[in-house]
């Protein structure tokens, strides 16, 4: 991943694989963004703090409702700029993997009064539902680094992944016996375990955070 301007991660183009768009790579991200949205995140709509709820932030993510996950993410997303975000690209940050059950809880949010679709496909938090979300959750990144780490620690991407992840920060393409090796994974050994790994961050489940080029490098 560029350190260059900075990145609009999630952002720029949504995922929908029925249109084959796909999520900017960790390296064509800040190729394809302007420095403009460094501005836009200081300017934005950002959350108001008198509108946050005043719970204590200590409860992990893995301990919120699936519908507690999308509020906290629309509201980072919000506080990016971004008052809209597309349903299946929301859908992976949720970690959810069931498209038909994720619709049945963004429509119980929404009769509660705290979503809107906006695009049909799209979903947006309203000022009911920002009141719902613990201000200390409302975390927005303010450069390059923060939004890694924000998009690694929503995707949970641990273990070799993360290994892999944060090797292809510095924006460099690099082989497929290059990532390998860096894991441990010698000219000699079984890499089948690796390909299936590797494949955990080029698939849709991450939202093609990793992608391989025409010649063969990952990025």
Same mark, same amino acid.
């Not at 350190?3 to 394809?32: A, R």
């Given at each position: 991943?560029?350190?260059?301007? *900075?990145?609009?991660?999630?952002?720029?183009?949504? *995922?929908?694989?029925?249109?084959? +768009?796909?999520?900017?790579?960790?390296?064509?991200?800040?190729?394809?963004?302007? *420095?403009?949205?460094?501005?836009?995140?200081?300017?934005?709509?950002?959350?108001?703090?008198?509108?946050?709820?005043?719970?204590?932030?200590?409860?992990?993510?893995? @301990? +919120?409702?699936?519908?507690?996950? &999308?509020?906290?993410? #629309?509201?980072?997303?919000?506080?990016? @700029?971004?008052?809209?975000?597309?349903? =299946? *690209?929301?859908?992976?940050?949720?970690?959810?993997?069931?498209?038909?059950?994720?619709?049945?809880?963004?429509?119980? %949010?929404?009769?509660?009064?705290?979503?809107?679709? $906006?695009?049909? !496909?799209?979903?947006?938090?309203? =000022?009911?539902?920002?009141?719902?979300?613990? =201000?200390?959750?409302? &975390?927005?990144?303010?450069?390059?680094?923060?939004? +890694?780490?924000? /998009?690694?620690?929503?995707?949970?991407?641990?273990?070799? $992944?993360? !290994?892999?992840?944060?090797? #292809?920060?510095?924006?460099?393409?690099?082989?497929? %016996? =290059?990532?390998? %090796?860096?894991? @441990? /994974?010698? %000219?000699?050994?079984? !890499?089948?375990?690796?390909?299936?790994?590797?494949?955990?961050?080029?698939?849709?489940?991450?939202?093609?955070?990793?992608?391989?080029?025409?010649?063969?490098? /990952?990025?």
């Amino acid at each position: 991943m560029r350190k260059g301007p *900075f990145l609009w991660l999630f952002c720029t183009q949504f *995922f929908l694989c029925k249109n084959k +768009q796909n999520i900017p790579s960790i390296q064509t991200l800040s190729e394809q963004t302007s *420095f403009n949205i460094i501005k836009m995140a200081r300017k934005s709509k950002s959350v108001p703090k008198s509108k946050a709820t005043k719970a204590k932030a200590s409860s992990s993510r893995g @301990g +919120q409702s699936l519908g507690q996950k &999308a509020l906290i993410i #629309l509201a980072q997303f919000r506080g990016m @700029g971004k008052d809209a975000l597309d349903r =299946e *690209f929301l859908m992976v940050l949720c970690r959810s993997t069931n498209l038909s059950s994720f619709k049945v809880t963004l429509s119980n %949010e929404k009769k509660k009064g705290f979503v809107e679709f $906006p695009g049909g !496909k799209t979903v947006s938090i309203t =000022e009911k539902g920002l009141e719902k979300v613990p =201000e200390g959750l409302i &975390a927005v990144p303010t450069n390059d680094e923060e939004l +890694q780490d924000f /998009y690694k620690k929503t995707l949970n991407i641990k273990g070799t $992944p993360a !290994k892999i992840f944060d090797f #292809l920060r510095d924006g460099k393409s690099r082989t497929f %016996e =290059e990532l390998a %090796e860096h894991c @441990g /994974y010698g %000219e000699n050994s079984n !890499k089948s375990s690796f390909r299936v790994m590797l494949s955990t961050l080029t698939g849709a489940k991450a939202a093609n955070v990793v992608v391989k080029d025409d010649n063969g490098l /990952y990025r």
